[in-house]
């Protein structure tokens, strides 16, 4: 690997002495990739679910998508921008086929996890 915190260049001609500038260091930074994709999630209505994911790579940034629409914290979700999407209590709305996390970091491209569902059970009495 080049990376490293000693590079420097030494400037030399034909009148002494040779000039060497400062150190700078080299960082290579790694590609965001997926490497645990998200479960496919049944829960009773009422419930909490959490869907996860792990990544490696440089700088990440996560951002959870249900029918390829940016989802957001607020009343009964959290973890939108983590990643783990969290949805307590789940209601039967809430339920889909299309849940899915785009994963960022420092280098593109992005990386985009499988879809996944979320089957939500009525509760009946």
Not at 11 to 35: A, Q, Y
Not at 74 to 91: E, Q, R, Y
Request: glycine fraction near 8%.
């Amino acid at each position: 690997m080049n990376a490293g915190t000693n590079y420097n260049v030494v400037v030399t001609g034909s009148c002494v002495p040779s000039v060497t500038s400062n150190d700078v260091e080299l960082t290579i930074n790694e590609l965001p990739v997926i490497t645990t994709q998200p479960t496919d999630q049944t829960v009773c209505e009422g419930s909490p679910v959490t869907f996860s994911t792990v990544a490696t790579g440089t700088g990440l940034t996560y951002q959870w998508q249900v029918g390829g629409v940016d989802i957001t914290d607020g009343g009964s979700v959290s973890g939108a921008t983590t990643s783990s999407l969290t949805i307590n209590p789940v209601a039967f709305a809430d339920a889909a086929t299309d849940y899915s996390v785009i994963v960022s970091g420092a280098c593109a491209p992005n990386d985009t996890s499988n879809l996944v569902f979320l089957e939500v059970d009525t509760v009946t009495a």
